[in-house]
């Protein structure tokens, strides 16, 4: 298996500008979460989903972040409109929950977002 | 709310050294724990993962503990190399459906 994989891996963007980041998650997990990490708060649990249905989402800083898990394989997180504090490092993981949580995590490389 | 701290913040030791990273979290009642090492710019990946009802965890030169009763885990990095130079997290959850709590991470620094 290819792992959590996260797109763009960098991202510079505009004030103002939407801006989208794109997570596959690893096949047969079932539990998606999305994370984000600063220097000051280290890492923030921002949304997961169990089954592509988004569970808890109090985590999303407000309501310019939106995220959706279209299907297994897929998941987004949406910046609108975009704000130079919402650069950082946000991580995409994955893991088998349903198993008992056995297995752990497992994490995307990340995208950094730097917004100008 | 589970708090999950992790001293010290940053340690720099000479190759060669056994060392030892600390986890501490105020909420016993926990379903694993999983430490994981992040290089600069890089993701996360997992070193060990430790379940409530076991006491440790062996991986090559690393072994973890866990310690519920405590509140502590600790990660011990035996004859550290140069390449072991990385920032350390510890992260539990609560239950096997609830999501990970991260410390803020030791940044290691291993010198030649």
């Known amino acids: 298996d290819a792992g959590v994989i996260q797109s763009p891996r960098h991202e510079v963007t505009e004030m103002g500008q939407e801006v989208t980041l794109r997570c596959k998650p690893i096949s047969g997990h079932d539990y998606l979460f999305w994370y984000r990490q600063t220097m000051m708060r280290g890492l923030e649990l921002l949304i997961y989903f169990n089954n592509n249905v988004p569970i808890d989402d109090s985590g999303m800083p407000e309501d310019r972040f939106s995220a959706k898990m279209p299907n297994a394989s897929f998941s987004t997180l949406k910046i609108q409109p975009s704000e130079p504090r919402d650069s950082a490092v946000y991580f995409c993981?994955?893991?088998?929950?349903?198993?008992?949580?056995?297995?752990?995590?497992?994490f995307g490389s990340g995208t950094r977002l730097t917004v100008v | 709310k589970q708090e999950v701290t992790q001293i010290p913040a940053a340690l720099s030791v000479p190759e060669g050294e056994n060392l030892v990273l600390n986890c501490s979290f105020t909420?016993?009642?926990?379903?694993?724990l999983q430490w994981f090492r992040q290089d600069p710019g890089k993701g996360l990946t997992s070193l060990l993962l430790?379940?409530?009802?076991?006491r440790e965890q062996t991986s090559g030169r690393l072994n973890a503990s866990l310690d519920k009763s405590s509140g502590r885990s600790t990660l011990y990095i035996a004859a550290s190399q140069p390449g072991d130079s990385a920032t350390y997290l510890c992260?539990?959850?609560?239950?096997?459906?609830?999501?990970?709590?991260f410390g803020k991470g030791t940044m290691l620094l291993v010198s030649p």
């Open positions: 909420d016993s009642a926990i379903y694993n």
């Open positions: 992260a539990l959850s609560t239950s096997g459906y609830s999501t990970l709590t």
């Open positions: 993981a994955s893991s088998a929950l349903s198993t008992g949580g056995k297995s752990g995590y497992t």
């Open positions: 430790i379940q409530s009802s076991q």
